[in-house]
């Protein structure tokens, strides 16, 4: 009895540590950070669900047939096609140079050209995927070839003869994203030009661009605040006293809100917003920039 006894109070206390970690559990899964979009992930498939019938090869057997069907007499197999019509022809357009999941240096250049001629919306990246393949696309139809989205020899040479050899800044441009045009207000002087659509960043002297980087900028709750401003003071080594968060090279241009670096833009990209500054990743341009800019300067932030 004393043993029944002691071996009750131990599951007891076992059960007792199980609710305890059950009820911990609970409290910490609301600690878990959100992305700045908010959107919750999409549930899962169940499992062992089915494919979708697309997917099904016709004539496999699996549909069943109706029960009130008649039974089919049998028919007769008709004679083998002959093997003409079944031939392949050759490619109209040539060989095929390259296709959806190729990447390197010709995959850049190709986009790159594209570019050049209005196909291709973003910065080159090396890899042939969807975008690149509704570009090839886009140039097939307007020059009356047949939209395979993949890159012949005719596809390829018809580009080559319409665009110039891409310049190392065509290849690898400054930002990930399309510089906007700049805002007029941005034409004459030193100007910080900020587009709030292209989220890029151009340091301007006189109307020509100098550099440009992406931004980030704040959420919808601490919005970046849009018009003309002036750099009005720079801080290096700058921690913030609301949010104690560093703010290396901060360059003040409205209150609190300031163009500065990021390391959370550098991590995580546009998963993240700022509390209304303007975020930069690249280290190393916002450092030049930094270096370059003075009290004074003009800030415009603009749609």
Known sequence: MIRTGRTG?????RG??????????GVTTGCKEQPATGASAAPSAPAGSSSPADDAKPGDGSASP????KPKEPVKASPKPSATPNTPTPDPQGTVLMASGAEGKQVRELQARLRQI???????????????VAAVQSFQGKRGLERTGKTDTVTWQKLLGMTHEPTATELNPPTTRPVAKPDKRCLTGRVICISKNSRTLSWMIDGKVVSS??????????????GTFSVYWK????????????????????????????????ARGYNGASHGCVNVRDEGKIAALFAAVRNGDKVVVYK
């Open 66 to 69: 109706s029960p009130s069907a």
């Open 213 to 226: 980087m992406d931004v980030r900028f704040g959420s919808q709750y601490t919005p970046t605040r849009e």
């Open 118 to 132: 209005g196909h291709f919306d973003r910065s080159p990246t090396g890899y042939y995927g969807t975008v690149t």
């Open 235 to 266: 801080s290096r080594h700058h921690v913030s006293t609301i949010y104690h968060t560093a703010m290396p090279y901060a360059m003040f241009f409205s209150g609190g809100q300031a163009v500065h670096y990021s390391s959370d833009f550098a």
């Open 16 to 25: 007792a540590a199980v609710v305890a970690v059950v009820a911990m559990a």
């Open 9 to 13: 109070r131990g599951y007891a206390l």
